[in-house]
Antibody, heavy 121, light 107 residues
């Protein structure tokens, strides 16, 4: 069974940093592009970032570019999101999601359960 | 960025009703359109990819159609477990974007 389990969320002050992790199992992690998607409380879904299968290519939403860094450790089957210079508007549930196909389609399936990040003083 | 809009933003329907949700892209996205279902407190679930392909395990009462800029998600006979929020998402451009969502609740 494909499983994605996020961790690392919590309360952080504005300007602070946090690193999220997503542990993957049940599939060949190193073959798939991976994504982070977030959802502010009561709001819609927003794509944050993606990384290709070997980690050599990344993309970011304009709202996080220069502040967030996506990375992966294929030996550990783990995806990361390093978040720096956090703002109140970064408060959200952060989901990791696998790409539907190994080729990288920009389609999200499946999703993890999410981890809540709260940026507040 | 490609902007996605959905209509309606919410709707009330009864079990057994046929429900149609519309999604529009700000430019042509060919068939690079996906639909997700999200229930409160849960992660989204992929229903339809590439505009009209039903994801494995998704009931056949869900269907998708459209290409270019205009797309629809249809639920042929609404079931109690279908009350949820539905999002479209374009996968045409590198910067991926979602629609604002359509909440389907019980009439």
């Amino acid at each position: 069974e494909v499983q994605l389990v996020e961790s690392g969320g919590g309360l952080v002050q504005p300007g602070g940093s946090l690193r999220l992790s997503c542990a993957a199992s049940g599939f060949t992690f190193s073959s798939y592009w991976m994504h982070w998607v977030r959802q502010a409380p009561g709001k819609g879904l927003v794509w944050v970032s993606r990384i290709n299968s070997d980690g050599s290519s990344t993309s970011y939403a304009d709202s996080v570019k220069g502040r967030f860094t996506i990375s992966r450790d294929n030996a550990k089957n783990t995806l990361y999101l390093q978040m720096n210079s956090l703002r109140a508007e970064d408060t959200a549930v952060y989901y990791c999601a696998r790409d539907l196909a190994a080729a990288g389609t920009g389609t999200f399936d499946p999703w993890g359960q999410g981890t809540l990040v709260t940026v507040s003083s | 960025d490609i902007q996605m809009t959905q209509s309606p933003s919410s709707l009330s329907a009864s079990v057994g009703d046929r429900v149609t949700i519309t999604c529009r892209a700000s430019q042509s996205i060919s068939s690079y359109l996906n639909w997700y279902q999200q229930k409160p407190g849960k992660a989204p679930k992929l229903l339809i990819y590439a505009a009209s392909s039903l994801q494995s395990g998704v009931p056949s009462r869900f269907s998708g159609s459209g290409s270019g800029t205009d797309f629809t998600l249809t639920i042929s006979s609404l079931q109690p477990e279908d009350f949820a929020t539905y999002y479209c998402q374009q996968s045409y451009s590198t910067l991926l974007t979602f629609g604002p969502g359509t909440k389907v609740d019980i009439k």
